[in-house]
């Protein structure tokens, strides 16, 4: 099936490794991505602080260019999609904001395609994954974090359960992974006050490690950029920070359905990884 | 045809906008009006006895009033032209009081034309009035009470103690409700128990009072005075007539389920009595579950029974009556805080319900009245209350207050102390409510006596953490975010209306308010009565209610039915819908769209010998709404007092 993507600015930059690996299963899977050529900026999580149109309006320009050509958006960073299908459900749902932002931008907005994140479009698209899997994760131990904003509002995702989302987990056993519970899935990391005030990072994200590494899990999976860099970036940090030892690889969650599926590890651009996941992974004999 | 006309000043509420006087006198030049007169107060003695002697002076046959709404004085006013000899139903009233001057008190000019414009039209209606009669009804002196909690019980037992006859029918094994799963009563710490088993005993022995247990109410129709109900016996597979209630077939059930009394915290068997109180002291056997019902094996009940009292053959009993009045005693349901993911969507073990820790604490209960966690059973030390899950949040859709648990959540942390005298409670709460004799003084006790610690604050998360639980929140008086360790946590889950209410209220006729709880019929005047007459409220069917609230309302309640069997007969409402049955084509529209079926369908012979089918009012039932007259579309039903000609001669005279 096609789609239009978005890749948002944090693929195109700080994480190129998860747009490699969203581009290799989408590849292999024959989910043809498509680039939108005009995307604009989503807004992330400062368009909404000054005024609530601007950040109707930042959205409504991706949406209004998907319009063009009937594909539904697919997004992979969550605060990408989280702004994306806010907006469209918000216009969707309010037809006097709709008037004013297609004002705000000069275009008309049909709200008719779908905002998806990549790991719905995994979900939906394939059906039996036992029959294309070459190498189950078997014995690998994940602890699935979905980050603050992939499940809610509880219409993000359709999990139904925004407090204890089971997407991604689902995806991992299918995969043939172990996925653990535990309490943190869906909070907050710190988001980007890793800039602007580190503590907080390295507080929030500590707690979170903390967690994952209490409830046994061997590394952790992730679908949003930001958790990314934060668990993974900062990791030795938080460390020192905690003064405790985590050791906790960090995966996009295509990066394991990759390997399951087979595609070489060294198509993935796992060296970008700050904390090395290669040896947990040949203990596993993944790769 | 001789109108008198009569205005009234109310004090100044209408003369100080509208020019009564110029009124009178430009009103007694209307055609038809014999005499017009004002007065200060016309609802007051000198203002009646002004009408009174213009009647007899001017040989009156009808009048006209126009003073505030009908809903205030009508009555006043019909009872004195029945004083005078006349029929009461030859009066109009013009509402120039809350329809005209206290709306327009910016314009009076333009509100004294208003004014006159009213009274015209009543002046027009009140020519084509016609003399009304009531007629007599009589009353089945029986009363029907649905719900065997304390409310239920408590009404019965007024009602019987007065010399009626009551039927007082329980949908579970036994009568005792909800405060029979109690521990201790707030604010007095009075076993539960200890005072309601001296009173379903009571009404179990009561010769007035006939217990129907395991039943439901199926189909009632009727009306006030002769309501017709059937009502499901639900066949406990037992006789009742030779069971001892030893209690020899539940101790050697080899079946095993969640007991509902004890909240799941404890095991029943498929053979069995709710609790060893239970009223009647019978078993009954759960066909869903049991061995012998579900696979034809086992049958050890029917072997141990020393009285041969097990009969798996019984079936459901099926019992048709009329009763005079009947009362909802039906009760609540708790809230199912699973829809909390930030309390763990009920998954996590040691965070239990309020009603949980009821049976917890509960000497008679599954631990023997330890406080224990249900994950290791290891003594809880320390506890956190959060309150108002399920109540106060929109979100959850539960807008209102729960109103009991402030004060049984303040009871817990209290017999947590006196239990574990080492333990530490902290209560997570928004405001504390505690509204209530004695109430306050005792949630003060809690505080400082007890050294409970109340946190203003939501609780945001609740995790597990190894053993123990996390539970996240912030001291909104402190402004700090807190994380603290405990054993145990329990929710004070909301109060909800049963979760059934919806085909219950259905299969009364009756209507719910917006959080389906049975709405009253006014919530200040009155609060235990429904806009069906014959129909009652007592307890929480109604709103969350305390104890001596329910109790309070049962005896109002039967109070009400009281005093409908206390008279002769009853008179039926004469201004109800008639049917021109000459015209009338048999659609039955109106059958479908009366709120109060009060519509039936009835066979008639016309003059050539042919049979049709025509609408029949049934004039007990008919409250006079007038929504069949709108619906007929041969208009050929006419509302008494207000008919279709009144309506457009009043529009006539605009």
């Known amino acids: 099936m096609e789609y239009s993507y978005y890749p948002g600015c944090s693929l195109k930059s700080s994480s190129k490794d998860y747009a490699e690996s969203v581009k290799q299963v989408s590849d292999k899977l024959g989910i043809t991505l498509i680039e939108l050529s005009n995307w604009a900026c989503c807004g992330a999580s400062v368009s909404h602080i000054p005024e609530e149109s601007l950040s109707l309006a930042l959205p409504a320009l991706t949406i209004a260019e998907a319009d063009k050509y009937s594909r539904d958006i697919v997004a992979?960073?969550?605060?990408?999609?989280?702004?994306?299908?806010?907006?469209?459900?918000?216009?969707?749902?309010?037809?006097?904001?709709?008037?004013?932002?297609?004002?705000?931008?000069?275009?008309?907005?049909?709200?008719?395609?779908?905002?998806?994140?990549?790991?719905?479009?995994?979900f939906e698209e394939v059906k039996d994954w036992d029959s294309i899997i070459i190498k189950k994760l078997k014995g690998l131990k994940v602890a699935c974090y979905y980050g603050c904003l992939l499940t809610r509002p509880n219409d993000m995702i359709k999990d139904g359960k925004s407090e204890d989302p089971r997407m991604m987990d689902n995806l991992m056993e299918k995969l043939g992974a172990a996925s653990i519970d535990w309490p943190f899935k869906t909070e907050c990391c710190g988001t980007s006050f890793g800039l602007s005030k580190p503590e907080v990072v390295l507080k929030l994200s500590g707690r979170i490690l903390r967690s994952a590494k209490k409830s046994g899990a061997e590394c952790i999976v992730v679908a949003c950029p930001l958790c990314h860099s934060n668990l993974d970036l900062r990791q030795s940090q938080i460390e020192k920070y905690n003064n405790l030892k985590f050791d906790l690889p960090v995966f996009y969650f295509p990066e394991l359905a990759a390997l399951a599926l087979g595609i070489d590890y060294r198509n993935l651009l796992l060296d970008k990884h700050i904390v090395d996941p290669m040896p947990l992974l040949r203990r596993k004999d993944l790769i | 045809?001789?109108?008198?006309?009569?205005?009234?000043?109310?004090?100044?509420?209408?003369?100080?906008?509208?020019?009564?006087?110029?009124?009178?006198?430009?009103?007694?030049?209307?055609?038809?009006?014999?005499?017009?007169?004002?007065?200060?107060?016309?609802?007051?003695?000198?203002?009646?006895?002004?009408?009174?002697?213009a009647v007899k002076e001017y040989n009156l046959d009808r009048i006209v009033v126009a003073s505030c709404t009908p809903k205030l004085h009508e009555n006043t006013f019909r009872a004195c032209l029945e004083d005078l000899g006349l029929n009461p139903y030859m009066l109009e009233i013009a509402n120039i009081r809350e329809q005209c001057s206290w709306v327009h008190s910016d314009n009076p000019e333009l509100a004294t034309?208003?004014?006159?414009?009213?009274?015209?039209?009543?002046?027009?209606?009140?020519?084509?009035?016609?003399?009304?009669?009531?007629?007599?009804?009589?009353?089945?002196?029986?009363a029907l009470v649905i719900g065997g909690g304390v409310a239920g019980i408590q009404s019965a037992l007024d009602i019987a103690n007065a010399g009626y006859h009551v039927t007082l029918v329980e949908r579970t094994p036994s009568i005792g409700g909800r405060m029979a799963q109690l521990d201790k009563t707030f604010p007095t710490l009075d076993c539960s128990a200890c005072i309601l088993t001296p009173k379903m005993v009571e009404a179990n022995r009561h010769h007035l009072i006939k217990i129907l247990t395991y039943s439901e109410v199926e189909e009632v129709s009727g009306f006030v005075g002769s309501f017709e109900v059937t009502i499901r016996m639900k066949s406990r597979s037992v006789e009742m007539k030779k069971c001892t209630g030893c209690g020899m077939c539940q101790s050697k059930c080899p079946v095993k389920v969640d007991s509902e009394f004890d909240e799941g915290l404890s095991k029943r068997r498929a053979i069995y009595m709710p609790f060893p109180q239970a009223v009647p002291n019978i078993p009954v056997i759960d066909r869903a579950n049991c061995r012998y019902f579900l696979e034809k094996k086992c049958g050890v009940c029917k072997k141990v029974c020393p009285s041969d009292a097990i009969d798996y053959d019984q079936e459901d009993t099926i019992l048709k009556e009329k009763f005079g009045s009947i009362t909802i005693a039906t009760g609540f349901d708790l809230f199912d805080h699973s829809a909390y993911g930030e309390y763990g969507y009920g998954k996590l073990k040691n965070v239990i319900t309020s009603i949980q820790y009821e049976r917890l604490v509960n000497s008679s209960g599954p631990t023997g009245g330890h406080i224990i966690r249900p994950s290791d059973g290891k003594e809880a030390k320390k506890v956190a209350f959060i309150s108002c899950v399920g109540s106060r949040d929109n979100k959850m859709g539960k807008p209102y207050c729960s109103k009991v648990c402030c004060m049984y959540t303040a009871k817990h942390a209290l017999l947590l102390k006196e239990h574990v005298p080492d333990a530490e409670a902290y209560i997570f709460y928004i405001d504390i409510r505690a509204a209530g004799k004695n109430y306050e003084e005792f949630v003060y006790r809690v505080q400082e006596n007890y050294r409970v610690k109340y946190i203003r604050g939501r609780v945001s998360k609740i995790f597990e953490e190894g053993d123990n639980l996390i539970v996240?929140?912030?001291?909104?008086?402190?402004?700090?975010?807190?994380?603290?360790?405990f054993d145990l946590v329990v929710l004070a889950v909301g109060v909800i209306p049963r979760k059934d209410s919806d085909s219950f209220a259905r299969m009364l006729n009756i209507?719910?308010?917006?959080?389906?709880?049975?709405?009253?019929?006014?919530?200040?005047?009155?609060?235990?009565?429904?806009?069906?007459?014959?129909?009652?409220?007592?307890?929480?069917?109604?709103?969350?209610?305390?104890?001596?609230?329910?109790?309070?309302?049962?005896?109002?309640?039967?109070?009400?039915?009281?005093?409908?069997?206390?008279?002769?007969f009853l008179t039926s409402e004469p201004m109800i819908s008639e049917v021109n049955t000459s015209i009338c084509t048999g659609c039955l529209n109106c059958k479908n769209i009366c709120p109060y079926r009060a519509i039936n369908e009835e066979e008639i012979k016309d003059l050539d010998g042919k049979i049709r089918i025509v609408a029949k009012v049934n004039e007990t039932i008919c409250r006079g709404c007038g929504t069949c007259v709108a619906s007929c579309p041969s208009q050929c039903i006419n509302l008494k007092g207000v008919s279709n000609e009144q309506i457009l001669a009043a529009i006539e005279a605009l």
């Open chain 2, 511 to 568: 209507s719910l308010d917006a959080n389906h709880f049975v709405g009253e019929l006014h919530p200040k005047l009155a609060p235990v009565e429904k806009n069906t007459p014959g129909i009652f409220l007592s307890g929480s069917c109604q709103y969350p209610r305390d104890i001596p609230e329910s109790v309070a309302m049962a005896g109002a309640a039967a109070v009400k039915s009281l005093s409908l069997f206390a008279k002769e």
């Open chain 2, 113 to 142: 034309k208003k004014a006159e414009d009213l009274i015209k039209m009543a002046i027009a209606r009140v020519r084509f009035a016609k003399e009304l009669t009531c007629s007599k009804v009589t009353i089945e002196r029986r």
């Open chain 2, 1 to 53: 045809m001789r109108i008198g006309v009569f205005i009234c000043h109310c004090g100044t509420n209408i003369s100080g906008v509208v020019d009564v006087v110029k009124l009178a006198e430009s009103i007694s030049h209307y055609p038809g009006v014999v005499i017009s007169k004002e007065n200060k107060y016309m609802c007051s003695d000198p203002g009646q006895n002004l009408i009174k002697s």
């Open chain 2, 472 to 485: 996240r929140g912030f001291d909104t008086l402190s402004g700090e975010s807190i994380e603290m360790e």
């Open chain 1, 76 to 122: 992979s960073c969550a605060a990408c999609f989280n702004r994306l299908k806010s907006t469209h459900l918000l216009l969707g749902k309010y037809p006097e904001k709709k008037i004013e932002t297609e004002k705000l931008i000069g275009k008309n907005l049909s709200v008719k395609i779908n905002v998806k994140h990549f790991l719905e479009v995994l």
